[in-house]
């Protein structure tokens, strides 16, 4: 008969080596993203003309609007899907990217709203 191989004990709930690693920005994200094109109406503050726009790509927390002008980070807004004409509180949380369609501009919501895109969001599995 052989000997029993010799296992190392470890703390419990505690990772393995080699079983760790960083988790992945997919991994990391609170809501799932879908490619979803929506007509937007942007409105600021102070501001009365609003800025029509499309979303890239929508979530329950915020989505990525194209804009023919682009938003500064910081920059508090209200969100018109016009579709539906719901409206909901937002801000732009980083700097806008630029694509040729125009200024690609992050926003959040203040609050999840997964029901503002009027699309099912499927969970987000960790």
Request: glycine share 6%; aromatic share 6%.
């Given at each position: 008969?052989?000997?029993?191989?010799?296992?190392?004990?470890?703390?419990?709930?505690?990772?393995?080596?080699?079983?760790?690693?960083?988790?992945?920005?997919?991994?990391?994200?609170?809501?799932?993203?879908?490619?979803?094109r929506?007509?937007?109406?942007?409105?600021?503050?102070?501001?009365?003309?609003?800025?029509?726009g499309?979303?890239?790509?929508?979530?329950?927390?915020?989505?990525?609007?194209?804009?023919?002008?682009?938003?500064?980070?910081?920059?508090?807004?209200?969100?018109?899907?016009?579709?539906?004409?719901?409206?909901?509180?937002?801000?732009?949380?980083?700097?806008?990217?630029?694509s040729?369609?125009?200024?690609?501009?992050?926003?959040?919501?203040?609050?999840?709203?997964?029901?503002?895109?009027?699309?099912?969001?499927?969970?987000?599995?960790?």
């Amino acid at each position: 008969m052989k000997p029993p191989i010799p296992t190392r004990q470890y703390a419990p709930g505690s990772p393995k080596p080699g079983l760790t690693r960083p988790l992945t920005s997919e991994e990391r994200r609170r809501a799932q993203r879908v490619l979803l094109r929506v007509s937007v109406r942007i409105r600021l503050a102070g501001k009365t003309q609003a800025i029509e726009g499309a979303t890239h790509t929508v979530s329950a927390t915020g989505g990525l609007i194209v804009l023919s002008e682009a938003l500064p980070q910081g920059t508090k807004l209200t969100i018109e899907n016009i579709t539906t004409q719901k409206k909901v509180e937002a801000h732009v949380p980083r700097p806008p990217q630029y694509s040729s369609e125009g200024s690609l501009v992050p926003i959040e919501f203040s609050a999840p709203a997964p029901n503002f895109w009027n699309v099912f969001f499927p969970p987000v599995i960790n």
